[in-house]
């Protein structure tokens, strides 16, 4: 027994000083640590790490682990410097709960090196079951693993249809005005509150039932090029996008959106007629970019998926109104 030699010379070769499975002198050779039994913070022994494959006892990534494991020693410098699933990012940044450092199959919250900073906040791709990849959260939202659907962590902002990220969406943003503009675009720290006529941000001008740079509007949601609503490369998603998903991941209500790979919330609304917020906990709203201009006694509304504890639907919206924004990345 390796331990019997460590009494009473710890120092000796053929001593197992930290009971790791490798001798002193099996230590030196490989240059693991003595007295650490995981010199590389990978969560095996250097024993094990020997035995699983040749000389791994200082490669923090081997042997291979498999999706959800945490076992690694995160405080370690060598594990920390590494990049066990080969992104664009460091074990020692990916330690959170939005990304998974130590993975090497289909983990979603990582795959193509898949999280950033935009601006205050950090968002991840997740790859959904229709195929797609989309990001983690809604935007705005501070957290993607929360307590449940109800946390308001993961609620996100409420964007007015067809707006850009000004300070309008922010949820704390008690800056409203009845003064709605007549040119697009727009931005301002006002949420446009529209009670009367067409319920529109943008001021009503007889056609805004039809045009009202709708196309325009639209176009901003769909552009992948600059960071005005989605991130550069995403793009708010159609009814048919946000409808495929919804069948290819079984969401039915609210409790199915949340355990869904894209862990959709119940974060409510913002009031097109008084910016209240409102259904916080109780509903989920995503706005989609289709335009609704074909019934005049509805052409100021937008489509919304809407989710419930018991039921899902498309919702049609005053485009006034404050919903979540979920962005899906150009294919």
């Not at 331990?3 to 490989?30: F, H, K, Y």
């Not at 650490?36 to 042997?63: F, I």
């Not at 790859?127 to 797609?132: I, K, P």
């Not at 996100?156 to 000004?166: A, K, T």
Request: glycine share 8%; charged share 25%.
């Amino acid at each position: 027994n390796p331990l019997d030699a460590c009494d009473p010379s710890p120092e000796v070769g053929a001593c197992d000083r930290d009971n790791d499975g490798l001798t002193n002198t099996q230590e030196d050779a490989l240059g693991t640590d003595r007295i650490n039994p995981d010199t590389d913070g990978d969560g095996a022994l250097d024993g094990e790490d020997k035995n699983a494959t040749a000389s791994t006892a200082l490669k923090p990534c081997l042997p291979l682990r498999a999706i959800g494991y945490t076992d690694y020693n995160n405080s370690n410098t060598l594990w920390q410097v590494d990049n066990c699933d080969g992104d664009d990012y460091i074990n020692g940044a990916e330690d959170n709960i939005s990304r998974a450092p130590d993975n090497y199959l289909s983990d979603p919250y990582d795959i193509n090196g898949a999280c950033f900073p935009t601006g205050d906040l950090k968002y991840c791709e997740v790859l959904a079951d229709d195929g797609r990849v989309w990001l983690d959260r809604d935007l705005g939202a501070e957290e993607v693993d929360c307590t449940g659907p109800t946390d308001p962590k993961c609620y996100g902002w409420l964007f007015q249809w067809g707006r850009s990220i000004d300070t309008h969406q922010e949820r704390n943003n008690d800056v409203t005005q009845d003064v709605n503009p007549n040119e697009f675009p727009y931005t301002s720290p006002n949420h446009e509150i529209a009670p009367t006529g067409l319920q529109d941000w943008l001021t009503a001008d007889g056609t805004e039932a039809t045009s009202g740079f709708l196309e325009e509007r639209k176009a901003l949601w769909m552009d992948t090029t600059d960071d005005t609503g989605c991130p550069i490369g995403w793009y708010v998603p159609s009814k048919a996008e946000l409808g495929a998903l919804a069948a290819a991941e079984g969401i039915v209500n609210a409790d199915t959106a949340y355990t869904s790979n894209l862990k959709l919330s119940l974060s409510g609304s913002r009031s097109h007629a008084s910016s209240a917020i409102e259904n916080a906990g109780e509903i989920g709203y995503l706005w989609v970019t289709d335009i609704n201009a074909t019934d005049p006694s509805v052409g100021n509304t937008n489509f919304a998926f809407t989710y419930t504890v018991d039921k899902i639907l498309w919702t049609q919206a005053y485009r006034a109104t404050g919903y979540t924004v979920r962005c899906i990345k150009a294919p």
